[in-house]
C-alpha cells in the first residue's frame, strides 16, 4: 500500500523517524513550529535520504525519475497551542497534497499536546489511521489504532524490528558531524572494552558538531534505540559535568540522551552531587589509573552499568 504519513515534529525525532522506517511510506508530511524548524530540516534530510534509497533499492529501473524533494512535504504551524488554529492549518496543507484518507498514517507521537490534540481531530474527521509510538527500555512498540463506526479502536500492536544508527540519531540532532575517533589511550580502552560487550550495538568516538566544534563528544554508545553520551577522563571533575550537560540539552543531543562521566581517578563528592543533579552516571575506574589497564571487575562495571543505564541486557 503506497501509506502517507503525517508526523508531528518535536524534541524528539526518533518516534517520528523509526515509524517511517517500519511502514516505509510514499511520502511524509513533517508539521513543525519555529521551536522544532531545525530538527524538522535535519528529520527531513534524513528521511529523504532514506526513502530514496529505498526506492532506488527496489525499483532500480525508477532511478532517474525520482525527484530528491518529492518524498517530504513541510507544513509550518504559526501558533503551537491554539488547536483550532493548528487543525486549520494541517487541514489546508492536506487539502492541497490531496492524499487519499485510506492512505494516510497521522504519528500522533511527536510535537506537542496541542498539536497532537489537533491532528487526532483531523484523523477522526477523515477516519484515518493513527498511530503512538513507545519505547520501553531496548523494546519499541508501535500502537495502530483505527476507527471504526466512530470509535478509536486499538487494532494492533506492532513490535518495531527497525533501528536507528548512531549516524541517524546525530544526524537528526546536529545535522553535520565529523567523527575524529579516540584521541588518547584512556578513551580507547575504554571505547574498546563498550564494543567488545555483546548487549552494546555500536560505539562512536570523538564527534564534533560541525559549527559547535567546542561541543566535541569522547563517545556515542547505543544500544537498540537509545543512546548515551560519555566524557572519558583521567580526573573527573566539574569541566566534563557541565559538558555533557550542555551536551544533552534540549538544543544539540536531546534532553533524553543518557549521560556518562567516565573517569579513572575518583570523584570527590562535591562533584558526585553535581553529576546527580544533572542526571549524570559516574564510572569510576580506579585500576586503570593505577595499572593503566582495565580490571575485569571494572570492565564488568563498566558493561552493566551503561547497559542498565541504556535499557539493554549482558
Known sequence: MNYRMILLVGEQ????????LHF???????????????????????????LVQEKRRHRPRLRAAIAPGLPVCVCKLDHA?????????????????????????FNLTGGIKPMALAAFGLAQEQRCRSIYFQTEGNRSLIYDYRFDSGQLVLADEINVS????????????????????????????????????????????????????????DLVIRVGNQVGVAEVKMQGNKDPIDHLNAVGSQR??????KKFLISAHEVDRNNKNLAQAYQVEVIELPGYAEHRELL???????????LGKLGGQR
Open 13 to 20: 525525532p526518533a518516534p517520528n523517524l523509526l515509524p517511517v
Open 81 to 105: 497551542y491554539n488547536i483550532a488554529r493548528i487543525r486549520a492549518t494541517l487541514r489546508d496543507k492536506l487539502n492541497e497534497l490531496n492524499w487519499p484518507a485510506d492512505d494516510m498514517i
Open 296 to 306: 575485569v571487575a571494572e570492565r564488568d562495571r563498566l558493561a552493566q552499568t551503561v
Open 162 to 217: 527497525a533501528t536507528i544508527t548512531i549516524d541517524d540519531y546525530l544526524r537528526m540532532y546536529l545535522g553535520e558531524y565529523e567523527e575524529e575517533g579516540h584521541k588518547d589511550a584512556l578513551e580507547r580502552v575504554v571505547g574498546d572494552a563498550l564494543r567488545a560487550v555483546a548487549g552494546i550495538s555500536e560505539v562512536k568516538a570523538g564527534i564534533r558538531p560541525v559549527g559547535a566544534e567546542a561541543l566535541e563528544i
Open 252 to 257: 544539540y543531543l536531546g534532553t533524553y540522551v
Open 24 to 50: 516505509r511510506p510514499e511520502q511524509v508530511l513533517l508539521v513543525y513550529t519555529d521551536l522544532t524548524e531545525r530538527i524538522s530540516d535535519n528529520l527531513a534530510r534524513l528521511i529523504r535520504a532514506k
